[in-house]
């Protein structure tokens, strides 16, 4: 498996999980999550509630640049894959920015065709 690059569409996401290695697809057919921005966090220290609040915070200060519009105007969601204390004790300081469709009442991210990027959706 390849590590995906900004701009790659792919279909599973483990949240709070940094898992690098995902299966992507070509973003002209169905897909859930599209990568939007990656980005390094500092620091030594672990902590769960940092970790998290700063990915969002990241991946949330570039998704108008990505999108076209702001994520209070969009119709879409943001998911960070952001280290693990288990990654984390291993070096690992990486955060994946994904942009998907909101979720249905089910719970699951529908499925979609194209890409995000400059779609002011």
Sequence with gaps: MEELEVG???NYLDEGKAGRNRMGVPCAEPHRFELYYQFNLDGDEFSNE???NRSHQGCLAEFEDFVGVSFEQSSLDISALFPSED???KGDREVLCSV???RSIDGEV????GSARQSKT
């Excluded at 529908?110 to 065709?113: A, E, K, L, R, S």
Aim: hydrophobic share 45%; aromatic share 12%.
């Design 50 to 52: 940092t970790i998290t």
């Design 100 to 102: 998907s469709l909101l």
């Design 110 to 113: 529908p499925m979609q065709i």
């Design 87 to 89: 990654t984390w004790d």
């Design 8 to 10: 790659d569409c792919f």
